[in-house]
């Protein structure tokens, strides 16, 4: 069995930082591709971030320059380091994680977790 565990959601005032971590647990052979999406209620879900095994990253445009993500290959973590927030950051943030497992390729994601930004 496969778990993604997020940590680091809250409240914050805008301006203000926080820092998200995911750790994948279980019978993994090997992950690719883990990152960060966000989604606010009535809107489809949308990708912030993604880093490849070798490091490549990826940024959505919102957040380019005050987002950073970074992964513990070691440890199967991936970390979101939020600077500058904006209210408008605010939605649940989710892990995800492909991955293989003896019984093959899977997408996995996490429960999520609630960033709120005030203004």
């Known amino acids: 069995q496969v778990q993604l565990v997020e940590s680091g959601g809250g409240l914050v005032q805008a301006g203000g930082s926080l820092r998200l971590s995911c750790a994948a647990s279980?019978?993994?052979?090997?992950?690719?591709?883990m990152g960060w999406y966000r989604q606010v209620p009535g809107n489809q879900r949308e990708q912030v971030a993604t880093?490849?095994?070798?490091?490549?990253?990826y940024y959505a445009d919102s957040v380019k320059g005050r987002v950073t993500i970074s992964r513990d290959n070691a440890n199967n973590t991936v970390t979101l380091q939020m600077n500058t927030l904006k209210p408008e950051d605010t939605a649940v943030y989710y892990c995800?994680?492909?991955?293989?497992?003896?019984?093959?390729?899977?997408?996995?994601w996490g429960q999520g977790t609630q960033v709120t930004v005030s203004s």
């Open positions: 279980g019978s993994i052979i090997r992950i690719s591709a």
């Open positions: 880093i490849s095994s070798s490091g490549t990253t």
């Open positions: 995800n994680a492909n991955l293989e497992t003896q019984s093959g390729r899977w997408s996995y």
